[in-house]
C-alpha cells in the first residue's frame, strides 16, 4: 500500500495551489517519488506574465540544479576507474594550472565539494561568452585562486560547471551535455530534460520573472506586475538558453529532476536503469565540507560531492532539515532533494525568481514540510 495516499494528495495540492493564489510566482510544478513511484505531479499557473498553462511539460530553467547532473557524470568515470577523487586537476587536464602552483594542487574532490578556491572571477559576469565553450575553458586556466586550495568552503557558482564539464570532456571525450544526456538523461527516461536547449529544440522556456519587495508572502496583493530582475532578464536570453552552462542553465521539469533524486535516494537504480553504485551514491551525498561562513554565500553550507547536504536551519530541506537529506537549489526559484532514509525524491520547480533568501526558504520550506509531514502520518 502506497504512503502517499489520494487524501494526502489533495491535502498537498491545496498548499500547492495557495502559493500561486497569492502571488508568490506565476507558475509552479511540484512532483514527488515515494518508493520509486511517482505520487504527486502537480502543475499550475502559467509560463509567464502574459503565458499559456503550465503543465507537467512545461519546460523552466534549473539554474543550479543543473551541478549534480554534471556531478552524476564525474562520478560515473571515477566509478569506471577513469580518474579518482584525490587526483589533482591538472593530471587530466594539464593546461589547468602551472606545475609547482598552489593552483596545481588542485584535486576533483574538491572541484565536487566547493573548496577549490576559485569560485569566482570575471567570466561570472560574461554572459555574451557563456556559450563558447573555449573560452570558459581559457578563463578557467586563466583564473588565480582566490583561497588556499581546500581551506574553506566557497560556491563555485559558475565555475563548478566549467571545471566539471571539461574534466568530463577530459577523461570521456564528449561534451558534457553529450555525456549527460546519453548516461544520465536518456537512462533515466527523463525526456524533457537537457543541459541547454537541445540542438533543434524551440525556445519553449517558461519564462522568469523577478519578485523584489521582500517576504511578498506576508504582502500577497502585489508582486506579480514587478519587472524583472536582471538576473531573470540575463536567463530570460535565447542564447543563454542555447549556451551550455553544466552549472546554471539545465532546462527540465519537475518530474523529471524528482525522478533523478528518486533514483539517487534508491541507491542509485531506478525502473532497471542505474546511474551510481549505492557505495558511490553514499560518498557523494554525505558532507565533504562545511562551514558557518560560506565564502561566496556568506551564511552556513555543507556540501557532499555535487549536492548540498542536511542538517542545518533554514537551508531550504524543510524547517527541520534531515542530516542525511541531499539536493541543490536554483536561483531563489527551484529546488530538489532526496532522502534515502524514506526514499523519496522531491522537486518544486516555479518561474518567479525570490532573490532574498528568507522569502525563498519559507516559500521552499511550507513544500518540503508539507510533504514530510505527510509522510511520517
Not at 115 to 120: E, K
Not at 289 to 306: C, W
Request: glycine share 12%.
Amino acid at each position: 500500500m502506497s504512503r502517499f495516499s489520494d487524501a494526502k494528495r489533495r491535502r498537498l495540492e491545496g498548499a500547492f495551489e495557495r502559493q500561486l493564489a497569492v502571488g508568490l510566482h506565476h507558475g509552479a510544478q511540484l512532483a514527488v517519488y515515494v518508493d520509486g513511484d511517482l505520487v504527486v505531479d502537480f502543475a499550475g499557473g502559467v509560463t509567464g506574465p502574459d503565458g499559456e498553462e503550465t503543465t507537467s511539460e512545461t519546460r523552466h530553467l534549473l539554474f543550479s540544479c543543473t551541478k549534480p547532473f554534471a556531478a552524476v557524470a564525474l562520478h560515473q568515470l571515477v566509478e569506471q576507474g577513469e580518474l579518482g577523487y584525490d587526483d589533482p586537476v591538472v593530471d587530466h587536464w594539464p593546461e589547468f594550472a602551472d606545475e609547482g602552483s598552489k593552483k596545481a594542487e588542485i584535486t576533483v574532490r574538491q572541484v565536487l565539494s566547493h573548496t577549490a578556491g576559485i569560485p569566482y572571477g570575471e567570466f561570472d559576469e560574461r554572459a555574451d561568452q557563456w556559450g563558447d565553450w573555449d573560452a570558459a575553458v581559457a578563463a578557467m586556466e586563466a583564473i588565480d585562486p582566490v583561497y588556499e586550495p581546500g581551506e574553506r568552503p566557497a560556491y563555485h557558482t559558475f565555475n563548478f560547471g566549467w571545471l566539471v564539464g571539461e574534466l568530463v570532456r577530459r577523461v570521456s571525450g564528449q561534451r558534457i551535455e553529450e555525456y549527460v544526456a546519453a548516461n544520465v538523461f536518456d537512462p533515466l527516461g527523463m525526456d524533457d530534460t537537457s543541459i541547454g536547449l537541445r540542438e533543434g529544440d524551440t525556445d519553449d522556456v517558461a519564462t522568469l520573472v523577478g519578485f523584489e519587495e521582500f517576504d511578498r508572502c506576508r504582502d500577497p496583493g502585489e508582486g506579480l506586475g514587478i519587472p524583472a530582475s536582471e538576473s531573470a532578464e540575463a536567463f530570460n536570453d535565447e542564447t543563454v538558453h542555447r549556451a551550455v552552462i553544466p552549472a546554471a542553465n539545465g532546462i527540465g521539469t519537475a518530474r523529471d529532476l524528482a525522478r533523478f533524486y528518486a533514483c539517487l535516494a534508491d541507491g542509485g537504480e531506478l525502473d532497471g536503469a542505474r546511474l551510481l553504485d549505492g557505495s558511490t551514491v553514499e560518498t557523494a551525498t554525505r558532507t565533504h565540507a562545511e562551514t558557518d561562513d560560506d565564502g561566496t554565500l556568506s551564511r552556513p553550507a555543507r556540501y557532499g560531492l555535487g549536492f548540498w547536504t542536511g542538517g542545518l536551519a533554514n537551508d531550504l530541506f524543510g524547517t527541520v532539515s534531515r542530516e542525511r537529506q541531499f539536493g541543490h537549489a536554483g536561483l531563489g526559484s527551484v529546488f530538489a532533494w532526496g532522502d534515502a532514509e524514506r526514499n523519496v525524491g522531491f522537486a518544486y520547480v516555479t518561474n518567479g525568481i525570490r532573490e532574498e533568501s528568507y522569502e525563498h526558504a519559507a516559500r521552499v520550506n511550507a513544500m518540503a514540510d508539507a510533504v514530510g509531514l505527510l509522510l511520517d502520518e
